[in-house]
């Protein structure tokens, strides 16, 4: 990835970092808390149909590319326009800390 076009960050999104509470009864409650306002681009991947107790389920992928941070990881998720993207996957695509490129699926 030599460089992105001016302009190709030009998504508003919202990082959330993940924070475990006890829930009483031996295991935690998970909720998210905003860590950082950043620019993105936001490209679909794909779609796909999975059929989870006989009803039909929809994935949408989508891939996110950010400037480059050391704080992200798989058990973080974006908030793009209140659609949340959970991060499958972080790959620094020229190992030379310029920018992040997220592999996401989206929450439904």
């Known amino acids: 990835m030599s460089g992105l076009p001016i302009g190709a960050l030009r998504h508003r999104v919202?990082?959330?970092?993940?924070?475990?509470?006890?829930?009483?009864?031996?295991?935690?409650?998970?909720?998210?808390?905003?860590?950082?306002?950043?620019?993105?681009?936001?490209?679909?991947?794909g779609a796909r149909e999975d059929f989870v107790e006989q009803r039909a389920e929809q994935a949408t992928t989508l891939v996110v590319t950010i400037r480059w941070r050391d704080d992200v990881s798989k058990d973080m998720r974006f908030v793009y326009r209140g659609r949340k993207l959970r991060i499958q996957s972080v790959l620094d695509p020229d190992e030379r800390r310029r920018f992040l490129i997220c592999a996401c699926e989206e929450i439904t």
Not at 14 to 35: C, K, M, Q
């Open 14 to 45: 919202t990082l959330e970092g993940p924070i475990d509470a006890p829930d009483g009864a031996g295991g935690f409650s998970r909720s998210f808390t905003p860590v950082a306002n950043l620019w993105a681009r936001i490209a679909p991947s």
